[in-house]
């Protein structure tokens, strides 16, 4: 079993930055990757970005690509999603995910934390 915790979420204006952590804990040895999803408001959730822990294959939304970055602690399961140069578009709820070695898809959601930007 894995559980997965995000935190840093808040609220800044058009241009800042902003910095998301995602720890995931339990079976940690199991995970193949982790990945950040984003839901605006009444909309459905999207994919922003994935880190591969073992390759470290790194994936970016074609929106976020030279604002965002993914990254991880030292080989912990612990990644960062550090949003820079934000827009209003980018507001929501950004989830944390898991996908285990042998999974098809991302099985393992934190709760999500919210971030709020204003123009």
């Known amino acids: 079993q894995l559980h997965v915790a995000e935190s840093g979420g808040g609220s800044v204006q058009a241009g800042g930055s902003l910095r998301l952590s995602c720890a995931a804990s339990g079976r940690t040895e199991y995970i193949l990757s982790m990945a950040w999803f984003h839901q605006a408001p009444g909309k459905e959730r999207q994919f922003v970005a994935s880190?591969?822990?073992?390759?470290?294959?790194?994936v970016y939304a074609d929106s976020v690509k030279g604002r965002f970055t993914i990254s991880r602690e030292n080989a912990k399961s612990t990644v960062f999603l550090q949003m820079n140069s934000l827009k209003p578009e980018d507001a929501g709820v950004y989830y944390c995910a898991v996908q285990r070695i042998g999974g098809n898809n991302y099985e393992y959601w934190g709760q999500g934390t919210q971030v709020t930007v204003s123009s």
């Open positions: 880190f591969r822990l073992s390759g470290r294959g790194i």
